[in-house]
Nanobody
Framework: QSQLVESGGGLVQPGGSLRLSCAAS????????IGWFRQAPGKEREGVSC????????MYADSVKGRFTISRDNAKNTAYLQMNSLQPDDTAVYYC??????????????????WGKGTLVTVSS
């Protein structure tokens, strides 16, 4: 079964760090642009970051710029989201998603069509 599986969520204190992983199974991640999204209680889902097929291009939401870093290791069929300086407002379920990109031109939140089930990140003292 082809799927994306997130891991690495948990409880962290304000100012702490977490690294989320997004592992692809049943298909090759090489051809996919990957994005991270989050949805906090009572809020709409928002795009956090995305990365092109090769990793050469990335995008970040203003709220996470300078704190979060997206990366990928195509050899491991996995993408990552390193989250530093976490704050309570970062509390949310984090989802990874992807879409097959015919060329390595960048990434787009609106084109994501394959989704993981999410991992919960809670930032609290």
């Amino acid at each position: 079964q082809s799927q994306l599986v997130e891991s690495g969520g948990g409880l962290v204190q304000p100012g702490g760090s977490l690294r989320l992983s997004c592992a692809a199974s049943g298909f090759t991640l090489d051809y996919y642009a990957i994005g991270w999204f989050r949805q906090a209680p009572g809020k709409e889902r928002e795009g956090v970051s995305c990365i092109s097929r090769s990793g050469s291009r990335t995008m970040y939401a203003d709220s996470v710029k300078g704190r979060f870093t997206i990366s990928r290791d195509n050899a491991k069929n996995t993408a990552y989201l390193q989250m530093n300086s976490l704050q309570p407002d970062d509390t949310a379920v984090y989802y990874c998603a992807g879409y097959a990109a015919s060329i390595d031109w960048g990434c787009s939140y609106v084109l994501m069509n394959r989704w993981g089930k999410g991992t919960l990140v809670t930032v609290s003292s």
